[in-house]
Structures are given as C-alpha cells and as structure tokens.
C-alpha cells in the first residue's frame, strides 16, 4: 500500500448540467488514493467557476494545458462524444492513465484506433454499470454453480432519454454522427451488465424501431428528427449458453422507470433491480436471490456533486467503483479496470445488434 495520490484533471467538468459535476466529482471526493487536481473546459469563466465549485486545486481554460501538465495522473474525459478521441489520443501520447465515457469513440473505428494506441497504459471505460457491488456479487453467484444450470434469462430496462421531448443542449443525442445515441449508450450499458453477469454475448438476434422521428426542442419550440432508434427489442445468447431476452425503452417517466434482470436456473434465481430514470448504469441496484449469498460490498461512493440536479442523485455511486478498481491497478501496478479494449468489445457488439436489426439476421461474429 502507498500513501501516494494520483492526481486527477477532468476535462468537461461544467457547473452548467455536467454529468462530470454529478459523477465524477463527488466519486473521486470519496477515493483514499486519488485527488482532485484541475478541471478543464473551453472558457476561462466555466473552468474558473468549476474549480471553485468542486474543490479542484487548478483550472484549466484549454483542456490540452491540462493534459501537458506534468502534475497530473489521471486524466478524464468527460465532454461531448466526438471530441473524446483527439482529447483522449493526446492523453495517451502524454503517457497518462486516462478514464473515457463511453461510448469511446464516435465511431468504432476511433475507438479501435485509441484502444490501439492505449495498449501499455492504464486505462477505464465509464461501463460503469458493471462495477456496481451487486453486479459484481451476481456474477459471483452464477460463476459459483448455487443457481444450477442456467436457464435462461430475462432483462427489462428504461431510460427516461430519447423520447417525444428534448431541449437543444442535449439535441444531439439524436443524431447519427455524435456517436452518442440510445445505442450506443442506453443498450450499450444493459449489454455491458449482462455481460458482466453471465459473460461474452454469442450471438444476436434484434429488432429497433424510431417511435419519434421528430421531436420537440422546448425551449425552441422547434422541431428536430431523430436520426436513430428509440426502442430495442433483442434475442441472445451468452457464452454460458444462457438464452437472454431485453428489451429496451426510451422515453419513459420517472415515476414507471426500472430495470429488471432475472436469471433462472435449475436449482434457484436472482434477480437485479433499479429504478434510476437514467438507466440501469445510473445509481444503485438491489440483488435478491432464492439461494444464499454475501451481501454485496457498500459503495465506496454515494454523495451527489454541489452543482447537481436533484435526478442525478445516485450518479457517483458506480462511477466511484470505477476510480477504485483504477486507482488499485495504479498502485499495484495491476492491468484489471476494464478499458478501452473492453470499449471496443462493446463498440463491436453494438454494431453487431445494429447489423441484425438491419438485416433481420442473427449475428455470430461478435468481435
């Protein structure tokens, strides 16, 4: 054990509707072996205004100031998509540990171009569903034989994005060249769980559909088109030879959000639930089970950041497990926090259920 802090800049971190502001600042304020070091946007204001907000010790009105400083560790990268990969490719050339959101790349082949690029350095995806405590004792029981042979299973997720309303800051969400789309983010995430859960997806069957081709920007009063789906309906099938079905809705009030995962077996079931209007990556999830099992651990992370709207309340908390399984591989010099070749995994099984809903034909060749 050292008594070393790594020290961490974050790049997007906005007081102004910030996911960085809701997850990542109060996750990293709850981390032993990391520190808060400097923020960074586009503006000297916003960048002096969120390092006075969050506590960090530096601001940073160009992300690349930040990047070059020698002082830092970490770098996050928490801004719009398409920006993610000449920030990120810097940070790599830098030789810094780097933490993306997800999606990584706007494209599958930025993504593989910087888990290219990230091949001996420390890397993190913020999958961070996966790293949830009860996630993580799920797989610990299906991987322990309690529930006998597996079944099949069953997976029911909401998110409360991508329905008949937006407003301009988040409109491009809708369109095919952000890279950020209910896809590959919203889907994204409940595969990466299932996954984590009952291992690598085989082989996929799926169907999308576009409920709202144009939506209404409120505070315009504008019309947009949506250029991609808003609705997943999927058949698959885990490399335990689990039979899964999901299904995926956007658009859906917070008061009937929810994310069931259940897992049936021979000799028992469990089953994962939430209730986050965000989605099932977004604050904590409840594990039952009709056989015994260690409670899962207690969140490292559970606060809000300062500048936060109410409904991210519970953002840190998966997000913080991401620091922490980081910020153990810095200091045991360990390679074990899922990165960017695990978002390429993704990436590429995105891309395979986007192929079977195009073609109506079932997808083996997974990457």
Known sequence: MTDRKFRVGIIGADTQASWAGASHVPALAAQPSLVLAGVATRREDSARAAAEAFGAER?????????????IDVVTVAVKVPAHHDLVMAALKAG???????????????????????KSLHTAIGLQG???????????????????????????????????????????????????????????????????????ITEVDARVALLWPEIEVV?????????????LDLIAKSSSGTPVSVQVLAGVPAEDARFTFEIRGSEGRLTLTGNHLAGAQVGDLRLTA??????????IATGVGPTAADFWAGAAIN??????????????????????????RNGRLVAAVERAARTGERQRDLG
């Open 130 to 200: 996966r790293h949830n405590p009860a996630v993580r004792r799920a797989a610990e029981l299906v991987a322990s034989g309690k529930l006998g042979r597996l079944l099949s299973a069953r997976v029911d997720a909401t998110t409360f994005g991508y329905g008949p309303q937006t407003t301009s800051n988040y409109d491009y969400f809708n369109k095919a060249a952000s890279g950020a789309s209910f896809m590959t983010i919203t889907s994204a995430h409940v595969l990466d769980v299932i996954e984590a859960v009952l291992g690598n």
């Open 96 to 118: 810094k540990a780097v933490y993306s959101e997800s999606p990584l790349g706007a494209t599958l082949a930025e993504t593989e171009a910087m888990a290219a690029a990230s």
């Open 290 to 299: 009709t056989v015994a099992f260690t409670p899962p651990d207690t969140p």
């Open 59 to 71: 601001w940073y009105a160009d992300p690349y100031e930040l990047i070059r400083d020698e002082s």
């Open 319 to 344: 997000v913080g497990e991401v620091y922490a399984s980081l910020a153990r591989d810095l200091i045991a010099g360990t390679y074990k926090t899922p990165g960017f070749e695990h978002a390429l």
């Open 219 to 231: 505070d315009t009063g504008e019309i947009s088109a949506r250029e991609i789906p808003d609705h």
